[in-house]
Nanobody, 127 residues
Framework: QVHLVESGGGSVQPGGSLRLACVSSGYIGSAGCMGWFRQAPGKEREGVATIAQDGTTTYGGSVTGRFTISKDISKNTLYLQMNSLKPEDTAMYYC?????????????????????WGQGTQVTVSS
C-alpha cells in the first residue's frame, strides 16, 4: 500500500508564500492522477489542484494564478507552490493519489476520485 506524507505547512502573513511537498512511498510515475485538497474547519474538503500522469494540470478557481502543482518523479514527490496567500487559504492541506487517470477538467478536483490520502499539513495565513 502506498503511503503519502505531506510537509511544508506553517504560518505565514498575507501575501506570503509556502511550498508544500508530498513524498510517496511508491513510484508516483505510475500514479494516474495526483492532487492537493484542503479543508477548513466547518467546511467540506475542496479540490485545489490536480496533475495527470502526462503533466496536465487543473486548478480550482480560487487558486488559479497563485498556486502551482508539480511533481518530481525522480524524488517520488508532489509539490504545491503557493504564492500571494490569503487568509481564506487557511486550511489543512492533503495530498492524494489514484492509479486511474485524472477525470477531465474540474471533475478531477472531486475528492471521491482519489483512494490514497496523506495525513495533512496545516497552513495558516494571518497577520
Amino acid at each position: 500500500q502506498v503511503h503519502l506524507v505531506e510537509s511544508g505547512g506553517g504560518s505565514v502573513q498575507p501575501g506570503g508564500s509556502l511550498r508544500l511537498a508530498c513524498v510517496s512511498s511508491g513510484y508516483i510515475g505510475s500514479a494516474g492522477c495526483m492532487g492537493w485538497f484542503r479543508q477548513a474547519p466547518g467546511k467540506e474538503r475542496e479540490g485545489v489542484a490536480t496533475i495527470a500522469q502526462d503533466g496536465t494540470t487543473t486548478y480550482g478557481g480560487s487558486v488559479t494564478g497563485r498556486f502551482t502543482i508539480s511533481k518530481d518523479i525522480s524524488k517520488n514527490t508532489l509539490y504545491l507552490q503557493m504564492n500571494s496567500l490569503k487568509p481564506e487559504d487557511t486550511a489543512m492541506y492533503y495530498c492524494a493519489a489514484d492509479r486511474r487517470e485524472c477525470f477531465p477538467g474540474i471533475i478531477s478536483l472531486l475528492s471521491s476520485a482519489f483512494t490514497t490520502w496523506g495525513q495533512g499539513t496545516q497552513v495558516t495565513v494571518s497577520s
